[in-house]
């Protein structure tokens, strides 16, 4: 994918306003392999425009229409799945595998999803002598992250389509090719012009002035709490609808009685995916005292299959990469003992970290509390359930979860415990229409299927 030098806006890729520039680098070599415009205030200011001007005619689109296009959309992305899934490892660093299967193919079932939602979702409602509408909220500016770049955007595009909301989207700087690629998709899908437009830039520069514009109706933000925080006090003062999907430190947390080898290696496999950068990783794993020295060593045979460079690749950037080793130094300065891996750089290139398990970690840890971002395990003792309920809710975060035990009733009478908004039961599969999203400060609102549609919509009430 040769990298676009404009901002894609009102349905053709245009030059930038400033002259400044961002290097896409690929963190498995740290060479450059790209530059993209690096979006001001003006860039996303045209951009909200177009969308604006959009907005009539696609929220005024039948719903059959808006589905075929979204289905349009479905299908480039299908038959893109191979270059998105390079362009994704060139920049983020992905194995090609994991670039194929869940950056490049995720996607493309999420999108799935929406064109046939679009179809079938009902705008309307009887209630008693009212009809209740539900009607899109209008100009969605979505700021995504890096660490799933087409996930993200797809989860947030996707929907807001479907609802006949039109979009302006600021992709993270480190992965801003896979959302040139995906505009070019958007473009050859025939979607209308200025429905769907994006400016590349930095956070404090372009992600700002997207989250602050009085064009703007909603805001949608994936990424870090601290910047989230700042979003959700942008848009409450201007009174603006916005869902924050932020970080997590979920809890795998295995009953007695479980399956602890499959437990275990289903729980380092989560955690070590995508180098651990992902905000649902189960990052703490809660294990009986009882069970502890066999968890501890099912957990080293695990995390010895995930060699770096291998099933295993980089982190996103040098500063994630000493932000994740100093998350393992702390670790050790705390009194965490380091089963596997360190803070040593496995590989003499790449921002690469090696995957880390901690045992002996006690829930006042910094390890065992904050969002660490990369390839680090960390593995709890609990005395009986209402310890392990007290230790997977004891942490500012509440996005996800897994629950471990003998039977499907028990796994999910704790799973009904948690402070999660979504909890797998003994290995459950990924559902991709099932909202996904955060209790206390992992978020604010919902994303995929019909609950992440409804975010996007408006609900108006006629009595007759
Ligand atoms: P981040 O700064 O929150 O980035 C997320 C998105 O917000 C990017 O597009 C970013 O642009 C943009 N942004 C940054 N500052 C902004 C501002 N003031 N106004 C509007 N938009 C802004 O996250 P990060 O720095 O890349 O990663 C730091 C940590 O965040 C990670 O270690 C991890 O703990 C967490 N994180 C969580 C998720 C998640 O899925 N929940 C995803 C990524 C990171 P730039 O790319 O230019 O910064
Ligand atoms: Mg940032």
């Known amino acids: 994918?040769?990298?676009?030098?404009?901002?894609?806006?009102?349905?053709?890729?245009?030059?930038?306003?400033?002259?400044?520039?961002?290097?896409?680098?690929?963190?498995?070599?740290?060479?450059?392999?790209?530059?993209?415009?690096?979006?001001?205030?003006?860039?996303?200011?045209?951009?909200?425009?177009a969308a604006r001007d959009a907005f009539p005619g696609w929220a005024a689109t039948p719903q059959a229409e808006r589905a075929a296009l979204i289905g349009a959309l479905r299908d480039g992305l299908a038959a893109r799945k191979d270059e998105m899934a390079q362009t994704v490892t060139a920049e983020l660093g992905a194995p090609p595998a994991l670039a194929q299967t869940v950056h490049a193919g995720l996607p493309v079932l999420v999108a799935g999803s929406y064109a046939e939602l679009a179809a079938t979702y009902a705008f309307e409602e009887k209630l008693g002598n009212s009809t209740v509408y539900f009607e899109p909220v209008g100009v969605?500016?979505?700021?995504?992250?890096?660490?799933?770049?087409?996930?993200?955007?797809?989860?947030?595009?996707?929907?807001?389509?479907?609802?006949?909301?039109?979009?302006?989207?600021?992709?993270?700087?480190?992965?801003?090719?896979?959302a040139q690629l995906f505009a070019q998709v958007v473009h050859e899908a025939g979607l209308p012009a200025g429905v769907f437009n994006l400016v590349t830039g930095l956070g404090?520069?372009?992600?700002?002035?997207?989250?602050?514009?009085?064009?703007?109706?909603?805001?949608?933000?994936?990424g870090s709490t601290a910047v989230g925080r700042q979003i959700g006090a942008v848009a409450g003062a201007a009174i603006k609808r916005v869902a924050l999907e932020l970080?997590?430190?979920?809890?795998?947390?295995?009953?007695?009685?479980?399956?602890?080898?499959?437990?275990?290696?289903v729980g380092v496999a989560n955690v070590m995916s995508n180098s651990g950068q992902t905000c649902s990783a189960w990052t703490r794993m809660l294990v009986h005292r009882d069970s502890n020295d066999e968890a501890v060593s099912l957990a080293v045979d695990a995390v010895a299959k995930y060699a770096p460079g291998e099933r295993v690749g980089p982190l996103v950037n040098a500063?994630?990469?000493?932000?994740?080793?100093?998350?393992i130094e702390k670790g050790v300065e705390e009194g965490a003992r380091i089963v596997a891996g360190g803070p040593e750089s496995p590989l003499g290139k790449g921002y690469y970290v090696s995957p880390t398990v901690f045992a002996d970690?006690?829930?006042?840890?910094?390890?065992?509390?904050?969002?660490?971002?990369?390839?680090?395990?960390?593995?709890?003792?609990?005395?009986?359930?209402?310890?392990?309920?007290?230790?997977?809710?004891?942490?500012?975060?509440?996005?996800?979860?897994?629950?471990?035990?003998?039977?499907?009733?028990t796994a999910t009478a704790f799973a009904r415990g948690m402070d999660a908004g979504q909890v797998d039961i003994n290995g459950g599969r990924f559902?991709?229409?099932?909202?996904?999203?955060?209790?206390?400060?992992?978020?604010?609102?919902?994303?995929?299927g019909p609950h992440g549609l409804a975010e996007y919509l408006h609900t108006k009430s006629l009595q007759h």
């Open 204 to 222: 404090p520069v372009a992600g700002q002035a997207l989250a602050e514009h009085p064009g703007v109706d909603l805001v949608s933000f994936t």
């Open 431 to 448: 559902n991709p229409l099932a909202p996904f999203g955060g209790y206390k400060q992992s978020g604010v609102g919902r994303e995929l």
């Open 247 to 265: 970080g997590g430190k979920s809890a795998n947390v295995i009953l007695p009685g479980a399956d602890l080898a499959k437990a275990v290696n």
């Open 319 to 327: 500063k994630q990469q000493a932000r994740v080793r100093g998350y």
């Open 1 to 49: 994918m040769q990298a676009q030098r404009g901002m894609y806006i009102g349905g053709a890729w245009r030059p930038a306003e400033g002259q400044d520039t961002i290097a896409v680098v690929n963190p498995a070599d740290e060479q450059v392999i790209g530059y993209v415009p690096a979006g001001t205030a003006a860039d996303v200011d045209a951009a909200v425009r």
């Open 361 to 409: 970690v006690t829930p006042d840890m910094t390890i065992a509390q904050e969002e660490i971002f990369g390839p680090v395990l960390s593995i709890l003792r609990y005395e009986d359930e209402a310890d392990a309920l007290r230790i997977a809710n004891g942490t500012v975060y509440g996005l996800a979860g897994a629950v471990w035990a003998a039977d499907q009733e």
């Open 140 to 178: 969605v500016g979505a700021i995504t992250p890096w660490n799933y770049p087409l996930h993200q955007i797809v989860a947030k595009v996707a929907p807001a389509l479907a609802a006949g909301c039109t979009v302006v989207l600021k992709p993270a700087e480190d992965t801003p090719l896979t």
